[in-house]
């Protein structure tokens, strides 16, 4: 069973011609974009079902690196298909953000939540998204990676 709470994960790769870029996927259902997504399974840690949700729905692994950011979001239970299952006093789930670096060889493998992928630099990427949340974990993780 699905907890209430979700992960969002940004895979990013050292470009070829130099900096970095960030995968971001246009989802099946909705045509929007967003980084990879998925729920927290009962008894999970948030980092193993990022690590999950990455491999599911991408192929992508092992990541070189796991960054845990700060950024949070609350996204309202109704719109996840498990809410009944709940309670009614769950309103809004939880959403915890990671960034995940790979090789840069590493080939995506999209699930059927997805129609496509880019790999594009930081504003680019910015510019795409849906979500407000998914913007503000990728500049969080972006300003990590550019500021070490």
């Known amino acids: 069973m699905r907890a209430p709470v979700n992960v969002l994960v940004f895979p990013f790769r050292a470009a070829l011609a130099?900096?970095?870029e960030y995968a971001v996927f246009q989802r099946a259902d909705s045509g929007g974009w967003q980084g990879v997504a998925g729920g927290v399974e009962a008894g999970e840690t948030p980092l193993r079902a990022a690590?999950?949700?990455l491999a599911e729905e991408t192929g992508l692994r092992p990541a070189r690196r796991w960054i845990r950011l700060d950024a949070q979001a609350s996204v309202p239970a109704r719109i996840f298909r498990d809410w009944p299952s709940w309670g009614p006093k769950v309103y809004v789930v939880r959403e915890l953000a990671f960034g995940a670096e790979v090789a840069p060889t590493e080939t995506v493998r999209l699930s059927d939540e997805h129609r496509a992928?880019?790999?594009l630099a930081y504003s680019e990427v910015r510019d795409r998204l849906k979500w407000d949340s998914?913007?503000?974990?990728?500049?969080?993780?972006?300003?990590?990676?550019t500021e070490e």
């Open 134 to 145: 998914n913007r503000t974990a990728l500049w969080e993780l972006h300003t990590r990676l």
């Open 51 to 53: 690590r999950r949700e």
């Open 18 to 20: 130099g900096g970095l």
């Open 117 to 119: 992928v880019e790999w």
